[in-house]
């Protein structure tokens, strides 16, 4: 078996790859070619820089990577790893990952990041002996929006390419899928929630999915964040909500409050590549 990259591999080939890989996970994943085509769009894949393990030119197994400068920092962030059922067990991931590291060393990545469901051991034990540590942990949320119908808001749609990014909270703690950077990219809506006629708070979101990547107050006024969820209701009624970071102990317990479940929690783990990092050397 060999280590490639996964330039010269149809799209087709890896996502049956991909979604056999990930048939038996902790949650179901979407199927439809069209959704992983405008995700990883987004996100800045880079096949030049995902690999696959290649048994006489079938691929069994994969790292899919984002590569985009973040915060001032060029990253490679891992947006999916799998191994087909009848070839795990064989450190496929462990050998994709030495070859796909010091590969980003001579790129001039300065990061490799990736998110594990904190459930999933195995993996976690797999990414830690690679070199990665725990740097985050996020929530996810799903379900229909609880509001008191007496709550009635006004919302205010602008164009995603005029955000002020810098008047919105709280930034730096959102994951890679829900950063600026992949935001613009992506088949979002961006509108205001208005309170005496001015913005009090924001949400992004993509109507068709229910997919809210970002949301937030900008102002301590009482009951804004059911102000907020109001307005959300408006757009969409069922919604989902990857990694809210645990330190945001008021969204999360808000996010309770209008009756989201905490479908699964996630952690964040992040190595620094320098050359002389002793997991890299030759």
């Known amino acids: 078996m060999i280590v490639k990259n996964l330039s010269n591999t149809s799209f087709d080939e890896l996502l049956n790859c991909f979604l056999l890989a990930f048939n038996d996970y902790f949650v179901p994943v979407p199927t439809e070619k069209s959704y992983y085509e405008n995700r990883w769009k987004a996100a800045k894949v880079d096949f030049n820089c995902s690999y696959g393990m290649f ?103 602008m164009d995603v390419k005029h955000i002020d990014w810098t008047s919105l909270p709280n930034q730096q703690l959102y994951s890679w899928d829900n950063q600026k950077e992949s935001i613009v990219e992506g088949n979002y809506r961006f509108f205001h929630v208005l309170h005496d006629n001015q913005p009090e708070s924001f949400f992004i979101i993509d109507p068709d999915q229910g997919y809210l990547p970002q949301f937030d107050l900008l102002s301590t006024e009482k009951n804004g964040w059911k102000r907020l969820f109001s307005g959300i209701k408006q757009v969409a009624a069922t919604i989902k909500i990857n990694n809210v970071d645990e330190r945001l102990k008021e969204k999360l317990d808000n996010l309770r409050l209008v009756g989201l479940n905490n479908s699964i929690d996630q952690f964040e783990m992040e190595m620094t590549l320098t050359t002389g990092n002793d997991k890299l050397s030759d």
Request: hydrophobic residues 35%.
């Open 55 to 157: 048994d006489n030119e079938k691929l069994v197994g994969f790292i899919i990577h984002a590569i985009d400068k973040r915060n001032g920092t060029l990253v490679a962030f891992n947006t999916g790893t799998g191994v087909i059922p009848e070839y795990r067990g064989r450190r496929i991931v462990k050998a994709i990952y030495e070859h796909a590291l010091r590969d980003f060393v001579k790129k001039g990545v300065e990061k490799s990041t990736l998110e594990v469901i904190t459930k999933n051991d195995i993996a976690i034990r797999l990414y830690k002996g690679v070199g990665f540590e725990t740097c985050k942990k996020y929530k996810c949320f799903k379900g229909k929006l609880k509001i008191d119908p007496s709550v009635q808001v006004e919302i205010r749609e």
